[in-house]
């Protein structure tokens, strides 16, 4: 698992500033509890370990 800083990538972070917001209102309307905090560790736990450990453990570069 990487450690340190992040290098971005600015094709992803235009893609999800722009289509993110009509992605989710469209699954919101499917499923009420998408995007809803703490989600995640019930549908995955360990997937939800394993992103917390690495978001606490590496820094974003901008």
């Not at 800083?5 to 992803?12: A, E, F, S, T, Y």
Request: glycine share 10%; no cysteine; net charge positive.
């Amino acid at each position: 698992m990487k450690f340190g800083v992040r290098k971005p990538n600015i094709k992803k972070l235009v893609a999800s500033k722009t289509s993110g917001k009509s992605k989710l209102k469209a699954k919101k309307s499917i499923t009420p509890t998408y995007g809803k905090k703490g989600t995640g560790a019930i549908k995955s736990p360990t997937r939800s370990t394993r992103n917390r450990i690495y978001n606490k453990g590496t820094k974003n570069f901008f």
